[in-house]
């Protein structure tokens, strides 16, 4: 009776790939969306909008003001 046990597939396992592909396909959307407005398309790693611009060798954030690559 061991063959109907395999042919159960894992619920939960499912759901957590599904949300994470659904995830990579938003942050893919919005970079896209973000270069088409003339920011680099990189998410803040302060605020997590994706609104960086480059100034020289920085990359600032419009929206909250943070800065990275100056270093
Ligand atoms: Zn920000």
Redesign the pocket.
Known sequence: MGAMEAASPVGENTDLALSAREFEDDLAFSSRMAKTKGYEGDP?S??G?F?LVRGGTCLR?V??G?TSGCS
Request: aromatic letters at 0%; a negative charge.
């Open positions: 803040c302060e605020c909008h609104t954030c929206s909250c943070a």
